[in-house]
Nanobody, 132 residues
Framework: QVQLVESGGELVQAGGSLRLSCAASGRTFSSYAVGWFRQAPGKEREFVAAIMWSGVSTRYADSVKGRFTISRDNAKNTGYLQMNSLKPEDTAVYYC?????????????????????????WGQGTQVTVSS
């Protein structure tokens, strides 16, 4: 069992930066892929970024590529999402999630990292609001 708690969301002006954190409980965090998703009002939850359990592979949605960076510190049981050059369209509730069996091997990770249904555990979300 893994519990995830996001933090770091707040109101920021367009062009600004934020770093979101995802603190995990449980000894097996280092064996999970971590994904960040976001959901804006009236829209479906969408993939933002993912990192494999080893950190060797990262993936990004086209809309955030070059602006966001995902990372993890397995010693601290924490995942991060550094968000730069924020835009009003980045406004959403951001969720971190952990993917276990479906993402344990590289092939599975590549096939499943963007699919919400493949993630086993979710945090409660943190609100990011970008003003224009």
């Amino acid at each position: 069992q893994v519990q995830l708690v996001e933090s770091g969301g707040e109101l920021v002006q367009a062009g600004g930066s934020l770093r979101l954190s995802c603190a995990a409980s449980g000894r097996t965090f280092s064996s999970y892929a971590v994904g960040w998703f976001r959901q804006a009002p009236g829209k479906e939850r969408e993939f933002v970024a993912a990192i494999m359990w080893s950190g060797v592979s990262t993936r990004y949605a086209d809309s955030v590529k070059g602006r966001f960076t995902i990372s993890r510190d397995n010693a601290k049981n924490t995942g991060y999402l550094q968000m730069n050059s924020l835009k009003p369209e980045d406004t959403a509730v951001y969720y971190c999630a952990a993917c276990s069996a479906a993402c344990s091997a590289l092939a599975g990770y590549y096939a499943n990292y963007a699919l919400t249904s493949r993630y086993d555990y979710w945090g409660q979300g943190t609100q990011v609001t970008v003003s224009s």
